[in-house]
């Protein structure tokens, strides 16, 4: 396909010639829909595959305003730095307002472990929404939890009252352990709690002494000190700890934290010329955590999307439907930036044709989740086929919780997760070693290719699939694991309360015709 591209003269004579042979109609013969769409989407890729700002803009944000975590000015200053390309772009865009429930700032975080003759200082990290410690401080017996399992804890007994508990982890390497470490957080934090200690501490699951963020598993409801240690200095502890000494931990924590507060996501938008309300959302998160520049996760997906509605703009392309290019916030704190757009848009969302997220790094997209939605993945395909140059693209019929798409399955509009090649994002995730460098200028490329093609496709394709009713959503729950991942990343209680997936009253959607 990418051979097609009219890039050079010769091969695009090439490609008219073999064109008037193939088809019987006269060369002059108007193209039809079909074609122009696919044309259409081969000049857009050929565009994002070629010279433009998308590497300098991932390296300004990582480097200029560096790692952007919701609630800090560096966050605030990514809102403007957005606003800024978009306009400069030509593409109209401006911020919307969310609310954020709580502000979760690190200041500062250091721990010394000390007792019989041995002390040292390992690199530690709170984990989002740990509650600081006193000023001053805060010291602990450190007892070994093992992993924290059910049968650790009976073993502790009341050792682990009052104590500091270290627990610990494997070595992360890919996507599946990341989702496994946030699972299994939830039970190791329930069964501390409930044996009254007075924090956690987490063994690094990065190499070293990497550093990271993991989300405590209740939230802003949490009411301890929760770190993670380096995992050096973790296995250190261990060791000592299992060689028979006694140790103690003093951490210090400095928090900014507060109530709720409100913050902003940046939205750019391509209006449509034949179905200016029927939308089609490419989203990507514009904060990330802020041990690293947050290049993975998720500068250089904010950089593609920028970039193709730049391109589309510069090539003069106007698609059928409006696209809209959604930079999201509070996502890394739980998806508050998407979940405030479903609200504000609720008048709107009958006319959502698709939302995708991108926001699995740099590695290649080898397909799109589908989100139990199986009459998604033949319009995917369709809309892909101008990439097939860059597939095998894969598409995979499960629902998928952890980035902004959620809330447009908990109100029934079709989702999309990009799927991508593990690359460097396990071992980097939420890490200090985020940074510019983890991502391949070749693979992004390809990826804004491929994010391009689909976009194209949904935003001129004929079909569209209707938004389900709530009872449909009702259905999906129950089929699948979506309320267990739910769970694990505490959004469970937010469903059922209805503060996501409710409908407006008198917005219910109709049930589909029989
Ligand atoms: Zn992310």
């Not at 000049?43 to 300004?60: H, K």
């Not at 709720?260 to 939205?267: G, L, Q």
């Not at 449509?272 to 514009?286: M, Q």
Request: charge should be neutral; glycine fraction near 10%; include cysteine.
């Amino acid at each position: 396909m990418l051979g097609a591209m009219p890039s050079h003269p010769w091969s695009w004579s090439l490609t008219a010639l073999s064109l008037c042979l193939a088809l019987p109609a006269p060369a002059w013969a108007k193209p039809s829909a079909s074609e122009a769409r696919e044309r259409e989407a081969a000049l857009l890729m050929g565009s994002v595959l070629g010279g433009t700002p998308m590497l300098e803009d991932l390296r300004s944000l990582v480097d200029e305003v560096g790692g952007r975590a919701t609630g800090s000015d560096a966050n605030r200053r990514s809102v403007e730095w957005a606003l800024e390309r978009f306009r400069a772009a030509g593409v109209p865009a401006k911020s919307e307002p969310f609310r954020m429930p709580a502000l979760w700032l690190e200041e500062s975080a250091r721990a010394t472990v000390q007792g019989q003759g041995v002390r040292f200082v390992p690199r530690v990290a709170a984990m989002p929404f740990s509650a600081a410690t006193p000023k001053g401080g805060q010291s602990a017996p450190l007892v070994d939890v093992g992993r924290g399992a059910e049968a650790d804890f009976t073993r502790v007994g009341a050792k682990a009252r009052g104590a500091f508990v270290l627990v610990e982890t494997d070595e992360l390497r890919d996507v599946d352990d990341l989702f496994r470490e946030y699972e299994e957080a939830v039970g190791i934090e329930a069964r501390a709690v409930a044996a009254g200690v007075t924090g956690v501490v987490y063994m690094g699951s990065r190499p070293g002494n990497q550093l990271y963020r993991h989300n405590v598993s209740s939230g802003p409801k949490n009411t301890r000190p929760m770190l993670v240690m380096e995992r050096d200095g973790a296995l250190r502890a261990q060791r000592l700890l299992r060689a028979g000494k006694a140790l103690t931990l003093s951490a210090t924590l400095e928090l900014k934290t507060g109530g709720p507060y409100e913050a902003h996501n940046v939205i750019g938008e391509i209006r449509g010329a034949t179905k200016p309300d029927e939308v089609v959302v490419l989203g990507a998160h514009l904060d990330s955590w802020d041990l690293g520049g947050g290049a993975l996760d998720n500068g250089a997906n904010v950089a593609m999307l920028i970039d193709l509605a730049r391109q589309m703009k510069r090539l003069g392309l106007v698609p059928a439907r409006t696209i809209r290019f959604a930079l999201w916030n509070g996502e890394e704190q739980g998806m508050y930036g998407s979940s405030g757009y479903v609200a504000s848009h609720a008048a709107e969302l009958d006319g959502h044709v698709m939302a995708l997220s991108v926001d699995i790094g740099c590695g290649r997209i080898n397909g799109f989740f589908t989100n139990g939605r199986p009459p998604l993945v033949p319009l995917v395909d369709q809309a892909l086929a101008p990439a097939a140059g860059l597939g095998p693209f894969t598409q995979v019929d499960v629902p998928v919780v952890g980035t902004d798409n959620l809330d447009f399955m908990l109100q029934g509009v079709a989702n999309l997760i990009a799927n991508q090649e593990s690359a460097t994002y396990g071992p980097n995730y939420h890490a200090r070693s985020d940074e510019f460098s983890q991502c391949d200028a070749r693979t992004l490329r390809g990826n804004a290719a491929v994010v391009g093609a689909l976009a194209w496709g949904f935003a001129t394709m004929e079909a569209r699939l209707p938004r389900q009713s709530r009872a449909e959503v009702e259905a999906l729950m129950r089929a699948t694991d979506l309320p267990q991942q739910m769970k694990s990343f505490n959004l469970w209680e937010e469903w059922e309360s209805g503060a996501r997936g409710g409908r407006p009253q008198g917005r219910q959607v109709s049930p589909a015709p029989r």
